[in-house]
Structures are given as C-alpha cells and as structure tokens.
C-alpha cells in the first residue's frame, strides 16, 4: 500500500465553484504535511503547509485529522489559473512522500 | 535567485551507457532528495541525504546511486541505463526542519532507448 493516497481525479468544475481534494496516509508517525502545486512539465511547487488547526491562505484552505490520518484541501471559487496537479506530501522523517496527484482542470 | 539547478535538462541514453545527473542548491540547505515522475505513478523517492555526508535509500534506489559531493551539490548516477530508467527527475533541496517546504530544481527529461 502507498504510504500517501489521492484521488486521481480529473476535477473538471466550472469558474467559480468550490472544490475539494482528499488524501490519506498510512504512517501515523508522519510529522509534516504539506499541499504542493505542479503545472504540466514543470516542477512542484509548495502550495502551503497543514497544520493540526487547519489553516487558511485567500482561497485555499487545508485541514489534518491525525486520528483518520487524512488531509484536505478546499479551493474556493475556483479560477482557471488553478487549473493544475495537486499533490498530498507526507513527511515521515527526513523523507518527503508524494501521492500521485489530482489533477483539476477548472473551465471558463 | 538559482535555488535549486539541476543538469542537464534533457537527455538521451542508449541502454547500458551511464550518467550523472547533476544537482546543486544555493540556499544552504542540509537535506537533498533525488525523485523520478512517471505516468500515473507520482514523484517516487530515490535517494535522500539528510545532512551532508549521509545518504540514505528512498523507495526506488536499484540502479542508481548518488553522491553527496558537499553541502550543496547531489548528484545521481546511473551506472548501466535501462529503458525502465526512462522518466522526469526530479532533485530537491530542504532545511530538514519539521514543517519547512522541498525545493525543486526544474527537472530532467531522461529518455533510455
């Protein structure tokens, strides 16, 4: 079993609409957690952190249940410019763990 | 500002030659991570180095090894490429901190004919 596990999606929503991501992880020792965002052919980008409180950045909002080992992501009012791959990180150590990503692709 | 820079951006192998992918950062960070991204299978560990001088297994190491050169640079070898080996990698670079994010160089295309 895949330490991080995401739905692969594809989102398709349109403009406007509130869309969430869910993801769960398999290592209850897992100490960091953390949305990254990556565009077609490039690199990953850190999207932001999650923390135990949830926490919230513009339209984006994160939350951590460590009891059900899950992480969401929540984007509101979507904009095409989000369209993109999102991706779960779980850090177990020194070790960052990917899930494979969901991608969204967020239509006029 | 560099970050994170990696070498070469692509590259073509025929099966059985080598080569080093080459990796630096310039942002004083202690921790390294070399990934492969394929198709349908996300970023999969290599290698890590968690400080320099240490090297450790990630999820994927048979084939390759790496090399913590100094503080900034990890490199990754493939001593005898295989088309299996065929994939985008990816080198990060991390304070090593709880809670502090991965940088990533901007990719290598590796194609092994």
């Known amino acids: 079993r895949k330490e991080v596990e995401q739905d692969p999606g594809p989102f398709n929503v349109p403009e406007g609409a509130t869309v969430a991501f869910n993801c769960t992880y398999s290592?209850?020792?897992?100490?960091?957690f953390f949305w990254y965002r990556q565009d077609c052919r490039k690199e990953p980008k850190l999207l932001m952190s999650?923390?135990?409180s949830g926490n919230e950045d513009g339209r984006f909002t994160a939350q951590l249940n460590r009891a059900s080992q899950y992480i969401s992501l929540l984007i509101r009012d979507s904009k095409l410019s989000d369209s993109a791959t999102y991706l779960c990180?779980?850090?177990?150590?020194?070790?960052?763990?990917f899930g494979k990503g969901t991608s969204l692709l967020v239509t006029p | 500002n560099a970050g994170v820079t990696q070498t070469p951006k692509f590259q073509v192998l025929k099966t059985g030659q080598s080569m080093t992918l080459q990796c630096a950062q310039d942002?004083?960070?202690?921790?390294m991570y070399w990934y492969r991204q394929d198709p349908g299978m996300g970023l999969r560990l290599i290698y890590y180095?968690?400080?320099?001088?240490?090297?450790d297994k990630g999820e994927v190491p048979n084939g390759y090894n790496v090399s913590r050169l100094n503080k900034r640079e990890f490199s990754l070898r493939l001593e005898s490429a295989a088309p299996s080996q065929t994939s985008v990698y990816f080198c990060?670079?991390?304070?090593?901190?709880?809670?502090?994010?991965?940088?990533f160089g901007q990719g290598t295309r590796l194609t092994v004919v």
């Open positions: 990060a670079s991390s304070t090593g901190s709880l809670n502090t994010e991965a940088f």
């Open positions: 290592n209850s020792a897992s100490q960091s």
């Open positions: 999650v923390y135990s």
């Open positions: 990180v779980v850090a177990s150590g020194y070790a960052l763990n």
């Open positions: 942002m004083n960070h202690n921790s």
């Open positions: 180095s968690a400080s320099e001088g240490t090297t």
